[in-house]
C-alpha cells in the first residue's frame, strides 16, 4: 500500500534545516529523462564526470568542469538507442575508461572504447547475446577486466585479451537469475558476483586457479525481484562485503568471512520494514562511521529519500530519518566524488531532471535515543500517534507506519502481533541517533490471579490485567479486588476483563476467569491478657468447630485436646518479652484454613540494682542502712526472711555472712530483685574501725542525707555541677545526717578533706 501522505512529509522535512546531511540541490539537466548515471572521470582531467544513457536518445555526459562541481551542458557521446544498462571500464588498458552496454530488447552487447579524451568509437557488437545487465570485473587475474553478463539462467563472462573478446565461459543456475554485482565475496584474493532470481540471492564463487567455479545461496534470505537497490559492500568496516538489499524491504545480511575465517552469513536484519521503493536505493560509505549508509525512496517517488548508517554502538544500522535529498525516481541514484573533497556526493535523476548533492556528513558520529513506552492497542484500532523521543522531532520507521509518526495496521489489513519500531533523529554531529522498540497489537486482555493458591485466598483477591487499564466485572471492583472474606463465601463466579486502546477501539474479546473459592472452616482465639515473661504457662482457648476437622496453633508452646468444644494451648514466656503472634486455623474437606491472630504481649521483669557498699561490718554497734537500690519504692529483706527491713542490726542478726534482698514490683506487677552479701565481724566485742569507704543513702535523697565515713572526724563540703561548694559540715560521728532540705534538686558532689568523694542526687 502507499503511504497516502507521503506529499505532506516531504513538506514538513524541508521546514526542518537540522535534518540537511547533504549541501543544497544541484540541478544540472532537465529535459531529457537520463537514467542510471555513471561518475566516472570521462576525458582524464583528474575529476569525476557524469555519464548518462537514455532509452530513445542514446548516451551523454555531464562534464566536471573545474573539479569542484560546476558541470558544462549536455554532451552527446553516442546516439545509440535501446541502451539498458551502462557500465565502464579500462577494457583495452590505455589507461581511459570504456564504455560497455546492453542493448536489452536487442540481445546486444557493445563496448566503446574511449580515446582518453572523453570521445568514443562508435559501438563494437560483442559476439554472443546481449542478456540482461553487463558488469566489468577482472575474473582470470590477468591485467584487463573481463565483461560479465547475465542471460536467462547463466551468467556469462568474455576472457579479455587486450580488448580482444572472443572466448566465453559461463556458470549456469539452473533458474533464471539476473547479474547485480561483483567483488571478493569470500575473501580468497579474486573477484566473485552475486546473482539474484525472484526469491533467492546466491554469489558465484571464483576458485582462482582455473577450476570449476561454485554456487552458494545466501540461508534463509527471501529476495524481491528488483535488481536495482541490491549491493554488495563493507556495511560494517569490517574488511568484508556484506548483502544490502534496498528492494521492497530495506534489510542487510551481515558476512562473518573477517569474523570467523571462512565464509559465512548472519541472519538478516531489517533496516526499514515496509520501503515500497522498487530498488531505488544504494549503499556505500558515505560518513558518520567507518560502515554504510543506505539511502532510499519509496515508490511513487514523491517524498524524501530516506538515509540509516551503521551505528558502531548498535552494532548494526540505525533507525531511519529523512534527508534533503529529493526523491530519485526510476531513475535512481549513484554516488561518487564531484566537487575534489574525497567524500561520496550523490547524484539523482528524477523524471527529466538530473541533480547533485555535497555530502556534508561528519567521518564519524552516530548515537543512542530513547522513546517511551509504547501503548497496546486492540486489533482494528485506528491511527495511533507515536509519541515524540528524545532528541525530538524525530521519524519513525517500520511496519504499517505512516507519515513517519503514525502507527495504523488496520490501513494495511494487518491483525494482532508484535511489530518492530525504529525512531530515528539527526543529532548535533550530523549523524542519526537511533532507538529501536516494538509495539503490540492484541486481539484481546489476559488476566492473571496474583494468589498462590486461588482456591483458598486470604480475605481479598487481586486479578491483574493486561494491558492495564481496563474494565472489570462484579465481583471484581474497579481495580480488580475480589472481597474473599469468610463472610461472602463460598464463591463460584465467573469475571471478565475488557480493554478499549488509546485510540478509543475496544479489543474484539474479552478475557474471562473462573473463580472458584471455597467456604472457610472459622476458628476463633480467646483473649489473651499481657503477663510478665516469668509467669507460669498461661492457657490459650481455641474454639473447635466441629469434631474430625484439622486445626493447628503456632506460637504457643504446647497444645491439649480433651474432647470438648475447645482446644487449650499453653503459652509461657520462654521466647522472652516482647509482643508474640499466637495463630491457629482449622479446616475441613473442601474448605479452606483461614487463620485467626492474637498478639500477646510478654511484659519484661524490671531491672533492678542493689549495693550495700560495705563487704565487712566491724561497727556491730551502729544500724547499717540498706541501700541504695533501684528502682527506687523496693523493699529490703535479709536472709530470706519475709519481713521489710530498712537497717541491718548486728543485735538482730549476730556475726557471720547474711544475704541483703532488695525487690521492686513494677507498674504491670512483674518483680526484679539484686542481692548483695555482708560479713558481720564482732571478734574483738568493741567498737570496731568502720571501714574508709564513704557511703551516702538515701539516692535520691530529700530532706535528709546520711554519711558514713569512718572513726575519724573529718570536715566535708558539698558542691553543685559548675563546682560550687553549696554546703559544709563538720562530721564528727558516723553515721552523719546531713540537712539538705533548703538544696534544690540535682546532682551534686560530696568531698571529704582527705580527699574521698560521692555522687549524691538531690530530688
Given at each position: 500500500m502507499i503511504r497516502p501522505t507521503a506529499l505532506l512529509a516531504f513538506t514538513i522535512l524541508f521546514g526542518a534545516p537540522a535534518t540537511a546531511q547533504f549541501g543544497p540541490r544541484n540541478d544540472l539537466h532537465t529535459g531529457t529523462s537520463y537514467w542510471d548515471p555513471l561518475i566516472l572521470d570521462v576525458d582524464q582531467d583528474g575529476d569525476n564526470d557524469i555519464v548518462l544513457k537514455?532509452?530513445?536518445?542514446?548516451?551523454?555526459?555531464?562534464?566536471?568542469?573545474?573539479?569542484?562541481?560546476?558541470?558544462?551542458?549536455?554532451?552527446?557521446?553516442?546516439?545509440?538507442?535501446?541502451?539498458?544498462?551502462?557500465?565502464?571500464?579500462?577494457?583495452?588498458?590505455?589507461?581511459?575508461?570504456?564504455?560497455?552496454?546492453?542493448?536489452?530488447?536487442?540481445?546486444?552487447?557493445?563496448?566503446?572504447?574511449?580515446?582518453?579524451?572523453?570521445?568514443?568509437?562508435?559501438?563494437?557488437?560483442?559476439?554472443?547475446?546481449?542478456?540482461?545487465?553487463?558488469?566489468?570485473?577482472?575474473?582470470?587475474?590477468?591485467?584487463?577486466?573481463?565483461?560479465?553478463?547475465?542471460?536467462d539462467s547463466a551468467v556469462y563472462w568474455f576472457a579479455n585479451d587486450g580488448g580482444t573478446f572472443t572466448t566465453m565461459d559461463s556458470l549456469p543456475f539452473g533458474a533464471w537469475v539476473k547479474l547485480f554485482d561483483v567483488g571478493d565475496i569470500d575473501l580468497d584474493g579474486d573477484i566473485d558476483f552475486a546473482v539474484h532470481t525472484p526469491d533467492?540471492?546466491?554469489?558465484?564463487?571464483?576458485?582462482?586457479?582455473?577450476?570449476?567455479?561454485?554456487?552458494?545461496?545466501?540461508?534463509?534470505?527471501?529476495?524481491?525481484?528488483?535488481?536495482?537497490?541490491?549491493?554488495?559492500?563493507?556495511?560494517?568496516?569490517?574488511?568484508?562485503?556484506?548483502?544490502?538489499?534496498?528492494?521492497?524491504?530495506?534489510?542487510?545480511?551481515?558476512?562473518?568471512?573477517?569474523?570467523?575465517?571462512?565464509?559465512?552469513?548472519?541472519?538478516?536484519?531489517?533496516?526499514?520494514?515496509?520501503?515500497?521503493?522498487?530498488?531505488?536505493?544504494?549503499?556505500?560509505?558515505?560518513?558518520?562511521?567507518?560502515g554504510a549508509s543506505i539511502l532510499w525512496c519509496h515508490w511513487v517517488y514523491v517524498g524524501p529519500v530516506y538515509w540509516a548508517h551503521y551505528h558502531t554502538t548498535l552494532g548494526g544500522f540505525s533507525a531511519p530519518t529523512m534527508t534533503n535529498l529529493r526523491s530519485a525516481g526510476d531513475g535512481r541514484m549513484?554516488?561518487?566524488?564531484?566537487?575534489?573533497?574525497?567524500?561520496?556526493?550523490?547524484?539523482?535523476?528524477?523524471?527529466?531532471?538530473?541533480?547533485?548533492?555535497?555530502?556534508?556528513?561528519?567521518?564519524?558520529?552516530?548515537?543512542?535515543?530513547?522513546?517511551?513506552?509504547?501503548?497496546?492497542?486492540?486489533?482494528?484500532?485506528?491511527?495511533?500517534?507515536?509519541?515524540?523521543?528524545?532528541?525530538?522531532?524525530?521519524?519513525?520507521?517500520?511496519?504499517?507506519?505512516?507519515?513517519?509518526?503514525?502507527?495504523?495496521?488496520?490501513?494495511?489489513?494487518q491483525g494482532a502481533g508484535v511489530h518492530p519500531l525504529g525512531y530515528g533523529v539527526v543529532d548535533a554531529q550530523g549523524c542519526i541517533a537511533s532507538a529501536s522498540t516494538s509495539i503490540r497489537v492484541i486481539n484481546e486482555p489476559n488476566i492473571q490471579i496474583l494468589d498462590p493458591d486461588p482456591q483458598c485466598p486470604d480475605g481479598e483477591l487481586q486479578l491483574v490485567g493486561s494491558p492495564a487499564a481496563g474494565t472489570w466485572s462484579a465481583p471484581a471492583d474497579a481495580l480488580g479486588r475480589v472481597n474473599t472474606t469468610c463472610a461472602v463465601r463460598p464463591i463460584f463466579t465467573d469475571v471478565s476483563y475488557t480493554y478499549t486502546d488509546v485510540t478509543g477501539h475496544a479489543c474484539p474479546g474479552e478475557a474471562n476467569v473462573t473463580l472458584d473459592i471455597l467456604p472457610c472452616t472459622p476458628v476463633a482465639l480467646g483473649p489473651i491478657a499481657p503477663f510478665c515473661v516469668d509467669a507460669p504457662p498461661q492457657p490459650v482457648q481455641l474454639a473447635v468447630p466441629a469434631m474430625g476437622i484439622s486445626y493447628f496453633l503456632l506460637g504457643v508452646d504446647s497444645s491439649t485436646y480433651n474432647g470438648g468444644p475447645f482446644v487449650t494451648g499453653w503459652l509461657s514466656g520462654a521466647q522472652g518479652p516482647g509482643t508474640w503472634p499466637v495463630v491457629a486455623a482449622a479446616?475441613?474437606?473442601?474448605?479452606?484454613?483461614?487463620?485467626?491472630?492474637?498478639?500477646?504481649?510478654?511484659?519484661?521483669?524490671?531491672?533492678?540494682?542493689?549495693?550495700?557498699?560495705?563487704?565487712?561490718?566491724?561497727?556491730?554497734?551502729?544500724?547499717?542502712?540498706?541501700?541504695?537500690?533501684?528502682?527506687?519504692?523496693?523493699?529490703?529483706?535479709?536472709?530470706?526472711?519475709?519481713?521489710?527491713?530498712?537497717?541491718?542490726?548486728?543485735?538482730?542478726?549476730?556475726?557471720?555472712?547474711?544475704?541483703?534482698?532488695?525487690?521492686?514490683?513494677?507498674?504491670?506487677?512483674?518483680?526484679?530483685?539484686?542481692?548483695?552479701?555482708?560479713?558481720?565481724?564482732?571478734?574483738?566485742?568493741?567498737?570496731?574501725?568502720?571501714?574508709?569507704?564513704?557511703?551516702?543513702?538515701?539516692?535520691?535523697?530529700?530532706?535528709?542525707?546520711?554519711?558514713?565515713?569512718?572513726?575519724?572526724?573529718?570536715?566535708?563540703?558539698?558542691?553543685?555541677?559548675?563546682?560550687?561548694?553549696?554546703?559544709?559540715?563538720?562530721?564528727?560521728?558516723?553515721?552523719?545526717?546531713?540537712?539538705?532540705?533548703?538544696?534544690?534538686?540535682?546532682?551534686?558532689?560530696?568531698?571529704?578533706?582527705?580527699?574521698?568523694?560521692?555522687?549524691?542526687?538531690?530530688?
Open positions: 537514455d532509452f530513445a536518445q542514446g548516451i551523454g555526459m555531464l562534464e566536471n568542469l573545474d573539479g569542484l562541481g560546476s558541470f558544462g551542458p549536455l554532451q552527446v557521446l553516442d546516439t545509440t538507442t535501446a541502451i539498458s544498462w551502462l557500465q565502464a571500464s579500462d577494457l583495452d588498458g590505455d589507461l581511459d575508461l570504456d564504455l560497455v552496454a546492453n542493448r536489452g530488447s536487442l540481445d546486444q552487447l557493445l563496448w566503446f572504447a574511449n580515446d582518453g579524451a572523453g570521445v568514443f568509437a562508435p559501438g563494437t557488437v560483442l559476439p554472443g547475446e546481449g542478456g540482461h545487465r553487463a558488469l566489468c570485473a577482472d575474473l582470470t587475474g590477468s591485467p584487463l577486466d573481463e565483461i560479465l553478463f547475465s542471460n533467492q540471492v546466491l554469489f558465484g564463487l571464483n576458485p582462482g586457479s582455473g577450476g570449476a567455479w561454485s554456487i552458494l545461496a545466501v540461508p534463509g534470505f527471501l529476495a524481491t525481484g528488483h535488481t536495482y537497490g541490491k549491493k554488495l559492500t563493507d556495511c560494517d568496516g569490517d574488511g568484508d562485503l556484506d548483502l544490502v538489499d534496498a528492494g521492497w524491504t530495506v534489510r542487510w545480511v551481515e558476512n562473518l568471512a573477517v569474523d570467523s575465517g571462512y565464509l559465512a552469513f548472519a541472519p538478516e536484519r531489517y533496516v526499514d520494514h515496509f520501503a515500497p521503493n522498487e530498488g531505488a536505493g544504494w549503499a556505500a560509505p558515505l560518513g558518520c562511521g567507518p549513484v554516488i561518487g566524488d564531484l566537487n575534489g573533497d574525497e567524500r561520496q556526493d550523490v547524484v539523482i535523476t528524477h523524471h527529466d531532471t538530473v541533480s547533485w548533492y555535497a555530502n556534508e556528513l561528519p567521518d564519524a558520529g552516530g548515537s543512542l535515543a530513547t522513546v517511551p513506552a509504547l501503548d497496546t492497542l486492540c486489533t482494528g484500532c485506528g491511527a495511533y500517534p507515536l509519541p515524540e523521543g528524545n532528541p525530538p522531532n524525530g521519524w519513525w520507521s517500520g511496519s504499517y507506519v505512516e507519515q513517519g509518526s503514525f502507527f495504523d495496521p488496520t490501513a494495511f489489513g479446616w475441613g474437606q473442601g474448605e479452606c484454613p483461614f487463620p485467626d491472630t492474637v498478639m500477646v504481649e510478654v511484659w519484661p521483669l524490671p531491672a533492678v540494682t542493689f549495693e550495700l557498699g560495705v563487704d565487712t561490718l566491724t561497727a556491730c554497734d551502729v544500724p547499717l542502712p540498706l541501700g541504695p537500690g533501684a528502682p527506687v519504692g523496693g523493699t529490703y529483706s535479709i536472709n530470706g526472711a519475709d519481713s521489710a527491713y530498712t537497717v541491718f542490726e548486728v543485735a538482730t542478726w549476730g556475726p557471720g555472712t547474711h544475704t541483703v534482698t532488695y525487690t521492686y514490683t513494677d507498674g504491670n506487677g512483674c518483680t526484679g530483685s539484686a542481692t548483695d552479701t555482708l560479713v558481720v565481724d564482732c571478734s574483738t566485742g568493741l567498737r570496731g574501725t568502720t571501714p574508709a569507704v564513704l557511703r551516702v543513702w538515701p539516692s535520691p535523697a530529700h530532706d535528709r542525707l546520711f554519711v558514713a565515713f569512718g572513726d575519724a572526724p573529718c570536715n566535708a563540703v558539698l558542691t553543685d555541677a559548675m563546682g560550687r561548694a553549696v554546703a559544709r559540715w563538720h562530721l564528727q560521728d558516723a553515721p552523719a545526717v546531713l540537712d539538705v532540705s533548703r538544696l534544690g534538686s540535682g546532682t551534686y558532689l560530696l568531698r571529704l578533706d582527705d580527699g574521698r568523694t560521692r555522687r549524691v542526687l538531690l530530688r
